[in-house]
């Protein structure tokens, strides 16, 4: 888990794409989550919020498949 710190005009996305490398909505709701304080914030964030960013954690199923499957 990182800590962030925003500089004025961040937005969500933008920092989860910086951070993370992803924008999607698991990810967007696992930040909401962490910090839920995000509510009552504008879409641009102001300089200096604080910020738990985490990556949500992908379990890959694979599936075996036989020959005559």
Known sequence: MQV????AGDTLPDLMW???GRDDDETEALLYQ???ALYRLPR???AGVVLQMQAP?????????GVWS
């Open 18 to 20: 910086r951070y993370l």
């Open 4 to 7: 962030i710190r925003t500089q």
């Open 34 to 36: 962490l910090n839920p």
């Open 44 to 46: 641009v964030l102001p």
């Open 57 to 65: 954690v992908i379990q890959r199923v694979s599936k075996q498949v």
